[in-house]
């Protein structure tokens, strides 16, 4: 593959608004609207944090997740007023998730050792955990690739007719033994596939919470780097977040507008919307005990609001009291959620992905609405982990990254044709004809010399005849097994860069590579990946010794 980094463009499957964010695209800007870092510190200090119950809090949960000493070093950076905080996170996803997932949290991490040493102030890199989630077949499966390297799911017991609640109170069933069983199954063995799945049984097992699952998971991975992990729906962190799940209701009638007038301004720029939310919308989900989203009951025409789950009916003052009383009934939306974060939180920088720089972008008047610091927007890293079984191949053939993605049938096809010379096809039909031809007038005169020499000069040149056609059908045997071979290979190649028709690392499990080059690999991974860089990398692991 020519070269280690691949520009993205919409050709890759990329909206136009993520294409313009990377560009900083002036049509844009003024739906970002990144200031300086200095102005965000400034006005970060000026908000009142609840600084010390928030490192009680993570402090409490991190512990019961067994996390390393560099996460406590972490949270105790967050007591300083000075103290700002690097924003990611991801929903808990089975084995660590897709390798996306550590990408986010070693971006955040090495974007805040970055900028304490720039701005000479306590950075935290923070990862919230998407526990109020309530999509279970998001998190409920992950590929990894087995011997053969061929993709295979692993995938948890799953009832697409079933509304679940909020992952932070699910747990694990016994398909998980079953899944862990078959990824042992599935992998070589080597070193360190014991290790990977000793690690594996300790950390996900039946009747335990998902969300702590994947909490000491992760931290057993990259819990060294000082990332500190956030549960969000947990009781203490629900006190903390009522007073603005109260807000969100209070404002619900001006969050529509804003969104309204921004979602105007976006389309009119030729930008999609990433969030479509009813006007009905408050930006809240209500758990009895699914997640159901609050809307304002339009059913009626009273003059004052009403709101509704679906089932039940709320006056304002009902609302909020529940809010206040059980706080851990409630839980914000994908629009709300980014400003919940900077409400809690010194948030100076968000990393995401394509799908969180589009809604951010829809949503940036509302942290003017609600007093807060707008969040300076960072994508997060984005590579393929090349291994050099298929690293060997794709240099064999010189291909680009889109012949091996968008266009791997066309590349195939191409291969194919060209493993067998259509002259040399045409040569061998030409040669036939002209051995008959030759061989005709060499029997006439056979024949003239003596007639009793017909019949074996017949049988002769049907022997002929047939030899040349048999070489012939050899050739194209052996071009069809060849073609097969080819065909297998470059079907797996194109599967290790791009399963599902979309980049690897949105499915494929960290715990995939863990398991066949070592933890070692994450270390080589933080320190290779390059945060600048807009494009999407490739990291081949040739380079990688560990």
């Given at each position: ?202 950390c996900y097992r039946s009747e335990k919470n998902i969300v702590d ?299 995939y590579f863990v398991s066949r080059y070592g933890e070692g690999i ?6 290779s990946m390059d945060i600048d860089e807009t494009g999407h990398q ?9």
């Amino acid at each position: 593959m020519k070269g280690d980094r691949i520009e993205i463009i919409e050709e890759l499957g990329y909206s136009r608004l993520f294409v313009d964010f990377l560009n900083d695209h002036r049509a844009l800007r003024p739906f970002v609207a990144p200031e300086p870092v200095e102005a965000k510190l400034l006005a970060l200090s000026k908000r009142n944090i609840p600084r010390e119950k928030l490192a009680d809090l993570l402090s409490n949960q991190n512990k019961s997740w067994q996390a390393p000493a560099e996460v406590f070093e972490s949270i105790a950076k967050l007591k300083d007023d000075r103290a700002v905080t690097i924003m990611t996170g991801q929903q808990a996803g089975l084995f660590g998730g897709p390798y996306l997932t550590i990408l986010k949290a070693l971006g955040a991490v090495k974007r805040a050792r970055r900028l304490e040493r720039e701005l000479s102030v306590p950075v935290v890199p923070i990862f919230w955990i998407a526990a109020d989630d309530h999509d279970f077949e998001e998190i409920s499966s992950v590929d990894i690739f087995n011997t053969s390297g061929e993709s295979a799911q692993l995938a948890i017991d799953f009832d697409p007719e079933t509304s679940y609640p909020p992952m932070g109170r699910m747990s694990y069933d016994s398909s998980i033994t079953r899944e862990i069983d078959r990824f042992e199954n599935l992998l070589p063995d080597n070193d360190f596939k014991q290790t990977v799945l000793d690690l594996l049984r300790q950390c996900y097992r039946s009747e335990k919470n998902i969300v702590d699952c994947f909490a000491e998971y992760l931290l057993s991975l990259i819990g060294h780097f000082g990332i500190v992990p956030l549960n969000p729906h947990d009781r203490d962190f629900k006190i903390l977040a009522a007073p603005f799940m109260e807000s969100v209701i209070g404002h619900h009638r001006e969050m529509k507008t804003a969104l309204a007038a921004t979602e105007k301004e976006l389309a009119g720029a030729g930008y999609h919307l990433q969030v479509k939310k009813a006007s009905s919308a408050t930006h809240l989900f209500i758990h009895r005990p699914e997640r159901k989203p609050l809307h304002r009951d339009e059913s009626t025409k009273e003059e004052a609001d009403y709101f509704t789950d679906g089932d039940s009916r709320f006056s304002p003052e009902e609302l909020i009291e529940q809010i206040n009383t059980e706080p851990y009934d409630f839980s914000p939306d994908v629009i709300s959620r980014p400003l919940l974060q900077s409400y809690l939180f010194p948030a100076v920088e968000v990393i995401g992905g394509p799908a969180e720089v589009a809604y951010f972008a829809q949503i940036m008047p509302l942290f003017d609405l609600f007093n807060l610091v707008r969040p300076q927007i960072m994508r997060r890293p984005s590579l393929t982990l090349v291994e050099s079984r298929f690293e060997k191949l794709w240099k064999k053939h010189n291909l680009s990254y889109q012949q091996v993605t968008i266009d791997i049938e066309r590349t195939i096809k191409s291969i194919v044709e060209e493993g067998f010379s259509v002259g040399l096809e045409k040569r061998l039909d030409g040669f036939s004809g002209a051995v008959k031809g030759h061989f005709k007038s060499i029997r006439e005169e056979l024949i003239a010399f003596d007639p009793t020499l017909n019949d074996t000069a017949t049988k002769t040149g049907e022997r002929i005849d047939f030899q040349i056609k048999q070489l012939k059908q050899k050739a194209l045997d052996t071009h069809k097994k060849k073609n097969k071979d080819v065909r297998r290979r470059l079907t797996k190649l194109g599967d290790h860069f791009y399963p599902h028709r979309a980049p690897a690392e949105r499915s494929i499990a960290i715990a995939y590579f863990v398991s066949r080059y070592g933890e070692g690999i994450l270390d080589f991974i933080y320190e290779s990946m390059d945060i600048d860089e807009t494009g999407h990398q490739l990291l081949t692991l040739s380079g990688y010794h560990g």
